[in-house]
């Protein structure tokens, strides 16, 4: 009986929650999605990328409207310059963060190397700058460095369909799956909006 009563309140819950959010759609966050991807850790500074456009950001940081379409510099504190890493950047909001049925957008990946300040050594999916749909409440911008075991074969994007020109609905969780993408190293995000 008080299982049934905790499922029914659960769902009362979960309906009121698509009400609010189909009668709100413009302010509509990343919190109320029906499955919400965790933000990026920004306490865990050891773990935390540093991204440079112009100047540096900091994690979180709203860049709304700031013109970001040439590639940020990238470096961590941690890296070793004998490693090679694999660098993501995805847009787990999109087309709007509390709707993301083009989850995820793939804007970049690339092996990297370097010791602190990384270096593209191999770009497969070449860095698209966000492009969030007009209105939509900001997007998170998420970059994540995986170390890489150099006895893997890479299965690229284009496995799970994805490639410069197909970007949208990667499957970034089998991605990994398939990659044994299993040492996070660090990450960053940013938001963005237009
Ligand atoms: C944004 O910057 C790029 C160079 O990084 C430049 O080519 C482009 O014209 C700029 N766009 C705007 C709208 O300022």
Not at 57 to 79: F, M, R, Y
Not at 95 to 116: E, M, N, T, Y
């Amino acid at each position: 009986m008080a299982r049934l009563l905790l499922f029914t309140s659960r769902l009362v819950l979960v309906l009121t929650s698509c009400l609010l959010v189909s009668s709100n759609g413009q302010t509509c966050t990343w919190q109320d999605a029906a499955v919400p991807v965790a933000s990026v850790d920004c306490r865990h500074t050891s773990s935390l990328l540093t991204v440079q456009y112009d100047t540096a950001v900091t994690c979180e940081q709203d860049l709304s409207a700031k013109n970001l379409t040439s590639p940020p510099a990238i470096s961590w504190s941690g890296a070793h310059a004998a490693e090679t890493y694999l660098l993501i950047m995805v847009d787990p909001d999109a087309r709007s963060p509390c709707q993301p049925v083009s989850r995820w957008v793939l804007h970049w990946a690339a092996f990297v190397r370097g010791d602190k300040s990384l270096q593209i050594t191999e770009e497969f999916v070449s860095y698209a700058g966000p492009r969030p749909p007009e209105g939509t409440p900001a997007h998170r911008y998420q970059f994540f460095l995986y170390r890489w075991v150099p006895e893997i074969e890479l299965l690229r994007p284009s496995f799970l369909g994805n490639s410069d020109t197909s970007r949208a609905r990667f499957d970034f969780d089998q991605f990994k799956v398939v990659n044994r993408l299993e040492h996070l190293e660090a990450s960053f995000e940013f938001l963005y909006s237009r």
